[in-house]
Every structure is written in C-alpha cells, then in structure tokens.
C-alpha cells in the first residue's frame, strides 16, 4: 500500500514538471499580442535614471487603454530596493489610464521609515505578455511585453529642516500656503465631543503631512486656559511639559492620498510629561498647547511654513472622570450635567442666552438688578446726563456717539438685550475715581461675596464717579465703550464683544457668562485686569417684567457617530414656571452657515418637538435649539426650564 502511494505520488510530480515545461516552451514559441489590442505603457513619471525620486514621490504610469485595477498587484507590479530586496511601503492606485504608486509617508525625524529609504536604488519590474499574471487593459489585452526601471531616492544627509539650503528631499504639494494642525472635530477633547482623560496624550491633526524634522517636544508646553475660568484645576498651575510628540500617520494632503485611518494628511499624538492636573468631580476644564515664547514657526509642512501656532494656542478639554457617552444606537440624551453639547451662537431673534453650564438644565438666570423697565426701549442719543436708566431694551445706533453727562454712579440697565454697536463715552472723573472695591465702606474680605442687588444700593448711596452697565438679557458690544471711571460690565445671559472696553487702569469688572472680547495681542492681563468681581448675581422675588423676554440655546451637531435614517418625535421634561413657555425644536445642523438669516427662520418654525425635514436622508445631522419665554405677570419670579431631551432616530440597516 505504501509502495502504490509513492508510485503515485512521484507520478503526480512528474506530470506537474512535464506540464510546466511544455507550458514555458509554448510560452517562448507565442508570438505577441496583436498591436491594435495590446495595452502599452505610452509615459513613465518620473524617467527612469532621471532626477533622484523625492521622499514622498509619486511613480506615474500611463498606458494607451484604461487599466483593469484588479491586474495591479504586488506580483505585476513590483517595486524593489536593490540593496536590501524588500518592497517599497506604500498604495498602487489605477484610475482609468493613469497607475500610480504612492509611497508611505515618512514618520520619524530620519525620514527613514516611509516607502522610499533614502539613498536607496530601486528597480520597478511590470509583468505583460505572455505570463498569465500580467497588468491588463479593462478590456483583457495584456501588456505587450514585460519591462523593468530603475530609480534612486534623493539622501537626506547633511540636510536640516525645510526651508534651509539644500533640504528639498520631501515635495509639498502647496509650497507657500499651510493647513491648521488642530483638535480634530469628533476628536476627544474637541468642542463637540467627549473631553480628553486626564491620563492620556492629545490628539492633533492636519489636512496635509508636517515634517518631521520640525518637530521637537521641548519647544512646547500646555497651560491651563484662563478664559473662562474653571473651578476643575488649582487657580494658578504652572506649564506642563510635553514629553514627545509621535507622529501617527503622516500620508499626502486631502484629495490626493489617503492617512492610516482613512483621512489624508497628519495625526499627531502630543504626551505631557505629567497628567493633566484636574480635580475629581469638578467637571471638565479648558487647556491650551502653546509654542514656548522666544522659539520659531514650530512644527511645519514639507516647505517650510509653519501649520498652527505660534500665533494661536490650540484649546482642548480635559475631564478627571470618563463621562458617559449621550450618544446610542438609535438615540441621543440631552441631561444637561456638562456643557460639552452647548454652542454660544448670538441669536439676534432673541433677548438673551439660556443658561447652559452643567447644572442638569437649560434655565434663565435673570439679574433683579436690571429694573423695571420703566422707560420702554430706548435708543441712547449723543448725550446722556440720566442717573439710572431703566429700559425693555436699550441700544447705540451703529456710527452714534453717546456722551453720559451724568455726575457720580451712572447705572444703564434694560430688561432684555442690551445692544451697543455705536461707542459709549464717559469722561466724568476730574479726580481719581476709588476703585469699586478699594473703598473702605464697600470692601468687601476677601473670599466672601454679596450680591448684585445690595451693593448697588451701597454704590448709589456712594455716589462715587463708578459706571455700570447691566443687561437681563445679553450684553453685546460691537461698538467702542471709553470711560475714565471704574466700570461694571453684567449679563443674565452672556457678555460679547469686540475690541476691549476702555476703563479707569485696574477697574474693567464683568460678572456674567461669556466675557468674550477680542483682545488685542499684546494685552497684558497684570495691567489691567479682566477679572469677576467678588458679587452674585440675584433673581428678583417677584415677577418684574414689563414685557416678554425670550432666551434661546443652541446645541452643537448630533448625532456625532452614527447615521440616522428618519427621525422621530423627541421626548422633552421642563417646566413652564408660573408664566411661561418652552419648546425645543432640532433643525439642520449647516442652520449656522446660513448665519442671521438661518436662526431667523428657525425662530419662525412653531412645531415643537419635531425635527425640521423628518424624513431626511441618511447621514444628515441636526442641532437642538430651546427656546424659553417668561411673561409678565403678577406674582413670585417663577422662570421656566427644561431638564431633559430625548431624540430618537431609525438607524440604517
């Protein structure tokens, strides 16, 4: 029985040798493909022993006929170092008659680990007619015949960093123009994600490849980020360290290659010498990656400009706990216990900004201190010389300046939204104004606080030459505020502006969400500081409205990672309060691309619940915006809020 085997078995083997032989022979005895149907290789990108193939170049080849991809493998087309026999790391890619290889991109700082090892020679071999194997056309034909090329890759020795004489080794795709290295959105520690563990490096990306000679960790440093302020870590921390910065993937610019994880360009991963020092169950809080005063342009492209910083720190969020993640198959929970969801988008349909901070709703925070209204709406004129003007609403015309002649404390306060687009003026100190709380009968020890209300009572019985400026609603400053006294900027709902308001040296106080002036580059915080004052603001006891106020929010895209099919009716808990009135509508997330004009027309839409187009397609991502609206009504200051926001979707299957 063993005997038989074998005489089988070396049959077998026999037969096998005669096939193969017989096949070559017929193989060299073949005449070649007819002319009119071969596919033939009409260009070669770069020659073949021409310039030296840069890091990061592309071999181009293109044929007379459209090729079929699946002919394109790493046995017809192969791409070989001829010192060490190993293949070139990188993508063939076939797009009609054009074959392309593009090599990996290079990672370290020796530019040694991408497709090309630099110095190296390299032989491209193409396999035709008449192996079986051979790149063919879509329509069948082979490649008339096989054919080899040979290339070298530039060295990169005694080469610097790009830029410097004789380091053009790596070819950037748009010399002159740089991306943005950035959070990425969806990434954590972005605005619309999940925060950053405390424990963990940050993750940076680029819509094309950095080089990686550029980058040096001890150039760079994170800080915690003073605007806003966050309870979640120590007031004053010094700079942490970065200990290395990896480069993850380094692939060609967006729409020409593609990254490791699907996307084109660079994604580095920044690691902190130590983790972030933030504190358990005080929530998330904001830092910055920042270039180290004094140093250069930092990390770079493959021409040398520089692709963020030095001019602007990347912010990023950090949280001690990992928090749980709203987002499920087939639904997303608004709880409001962070702020990660909200957007502070200005929405001018609207008298303010619904409070959004983390506390498990959306709800107003209304100062008692922004009267009564008792003047209407107001249009401020060129001069002023009342004491303490109590409007709905008050404003500057846009090219209007206004003059407060007023002596002592001058109050400005309006109900709702408080608009400044022309400039405020106010030259009323002929002497030095005390400061608000350098005064001994208003001092006020330190780490304790009084409210709004009752220091303002002690203020006007004072009258020191003080200004105060107080909106229920938003406060929006787009024009210039110049006073020589000390002033007092407040919001129930959020601060904004542009430019920085000009006040007594030492004396500019804002007490409100937001604060967000634009401040010029070289502001020094020590020289006249932008801080809280040591005050709260308090909700009035009783309902002091002489007309409707309406305070909206707006939260960021959702869902983040799925792809909902048709949406369904979302599930909402709030309150109406004693008087008053919530909904929350969803409605397309580009809304804000639209600018004013979107939020106008979302303000118009009365279904609430619903998402504008339920029946959408696929893919497409909404925002949730709330709206809250309290009446004027005899009785206690019951606001209404909501505290809790189901939205459901069917998932493609």
Known sequence: MGLDGGLARGLCFSLRQVVLVVAWGLAGCLPGPPDEVALQLEALSPEAGGPLLLLND???????????????????????????????????????????????????????DGGFVPGQRYRLTL?????LGAVRSVGGAALDRSMSFDFRAVSVEGTEVPGDEGSAVLRDASPGRAAVLRVAAGDPGSSDTLPLAWDEPLQLSCSEPVDPRSIKAADYEFRLSLAPPSEAVPLLMPPIEVARIEVVSNEGEIGTAKGADGAGGARLRVYPRTPFPVVAGRGPALFELHLRAGLGGGIRDFSGTSVGLPQRPIRFIVAREWMRSPEGSDSYTFDFTDDLDFVPVLDRQSDGTARWVGNGRVDIRYPAAAGDGRLGDVVLGESEAGKDTQATRLSIPEGRETHLTGGGLVVLRAQGRLNLEGDLIRRAAATEAPGMWDSAKLLIPQGQSESLSTWLKRAAALDHPWTVVIAGGDLVVTGEINVDTPLLLVAGGRIRGKGRPRAADGQLWLLGE???????????????PNVVPPLLIDEPLHNPLARPLTFVALSSPVPKGQRPRFWQEAEVMGSRGGRGDYRVQFLRADILQQGEAGLAQAARFDQPGLVVEPTTGAGTTVRMRVELVVYPRRGSWDPPFVDRVDLAWSPER
């Open 514 to 528: 937001g604060g967000g002036f634009e401040l010029p580059h070289q502001y020094n915080p020590n020289a006249s």
């Open 127 to 131: 396999v035709g007619f008449p192996f």
């Open 58 to 112: 592309s071999i181009r080849l293109t044929f007379n006929q459209a090729v079929d991809p699946t002919s394109v493998t790493r046995d017809s087309a192969r791409l070989v170092s001829e010192l060490t026999g190993l293949e070139a790391q990188g993508d063939w890619e076939v797009d009609g008659r054009l074959v392309r290889f593009r090599p990996a991109g290079v990672r370290n700082q020796a530019l040694s």
